[in-house]
């Protein structure tokens, strides 16, 4: 239950960040920054199980 609060929380701020920079207009390398930010928040969010499954399980309806 902890495990999935602390998921929540850090969803919540990649959320967050993602929302702030569509609005704030941000030069190229600010963008990058925001990137990098969202990029590390869901790597901790991600068990190595979750990420194995986001990159590994595709859906069994797509043919392509």
């Known amino acids: 239950m902890e495990n999935l609060t602390k998921q929540q929380l850090t969803l919540s701020r990649i959320q ?3 929302d702030i920079s569509q609005t704030a207009q941000c ?9 990098s930010l969202i990029s590390e ?5 991600l068990t ?3 990420a194995d499954a986001l990159y590994y ?8």
């Open 27 to 35: 030069n190229p390398q600010e963008f990058l920054v925001v990137m």
């Open 48 to 50: 190595d199980e979750h």
């Open 57 to 64: 399980n595709g859906s069994t309806d797509d043919t392509h």
């Open 16 to 18: 967050l960040i993602a």
């Open 41 to 45: 928040l869901a790597s901790q969010a």
